[in-house]
């Protein structure tokens, strides 16, 4: 019962930072400005958005579940606000300020402290340490994303 609560609490907690992501995007991807960008030729279409993100935050607190009964410390929570932090500004930083150099780097930063849980903790997570894989690919693919159109505008 009490791994079901911490699935339901990381659940809450991954959703309201994309809901709070979404909110301080400021209309994001159909803005004037976005549609105007010269984005990489591999961008995916809107709706693989919503679905990655949705599949990484389940996953993601699934994984934090079996983590947090491992690892649970102040480390553990300041590492986890730090990652939540980081997810929320990037679409503030991008979307609403046109910062695309800054939200870059707090890109690469997300991506580096993610490879850090699947990195560091693979040996006491196992095969538990798949859950956390799809964000981590997808922060790949979102730095390339980033990166093009950093260079290209």
């Given at each position: ?73 102040n480390v553990f929570w ?42 560091s903790f693979l040996s ?30």
């Amino acid at each position: 019962m009490k791994h079901f609560v911490w699935i339901l609490l990381f659940l809450l907690l991954n959703f309201s930072a994309l809901g709070i992501g979404s909110w301080l995007m400021n209309n994001g991807p159909t803005s004037n400005w976005y549609i105007a960008l010269n984005k990489a030729p591999w961008t995916p279409p809107g709706w693989v958005f919503g679905v990655a993100w949705t599949t990484i935050m389940v996953c993601f607190s699934i994984y934090l579940s079996y983590l947090v009964n491992l690892k649970q410390s102040n480390v553990f929570w300041l590492l986890f606000i730090v990652q939540f932090v980081l997810n929320v500004s990037w679409n503030f930083v991008f979307f609403n300020q046109h910062q695309m150099g800054f939200a870059l780097i707090i890109i690469i930063l997300l991506t580096v402290l993610v490879g850090y849980y699947l990195f560091s903790f693979l040996s006491e997570m196992g095969l538990k340490s798949l859950l956390i894989v799809p964000y981590f690919l997808w922060l790949l693919v979102a730095i390339s994303l980033n990166a093009y159109s950093y260079i290209k505008n």
